[in-house]
């Protein structure tokens, strides 16, 4: 997924989706002790092919 078209491409774990508001909690697929969740707007996320 991308956060929006014109970002680079992250691979994402969708944690979390609240359909109500139109958010979900992503977190960043990395080999890393920073990652943390962070909500994000459903409609900024975009299918990315490899």
């Known amino acids: 997924m991308k ?3 014109r970002g ?3 691979v ?3 944690e979390d989706i609240d359909e ?3 958010m979900a909690m992503i977190e960043v ?3 890393s ?3 943390y969740p962070w ?3 459903v ?3 975009v299918p990315v092919e490899d």
């Open 33 to 35: 002790p920073l990652t």
């Open 8 to 10: 680079p491409k992250f």
């Open 29 to 31: 697929n990395a080999d």
């Open 3 to 5: 956060v929006s078209a």
């Open 20 to 22: 109500d508001a139109g």
């Open 43 to 45: 409609s900024d996320l």
């Open 39 to 41: 909500p994000a707007r």
């Open 12 to 14: 994402f774990t969708i």
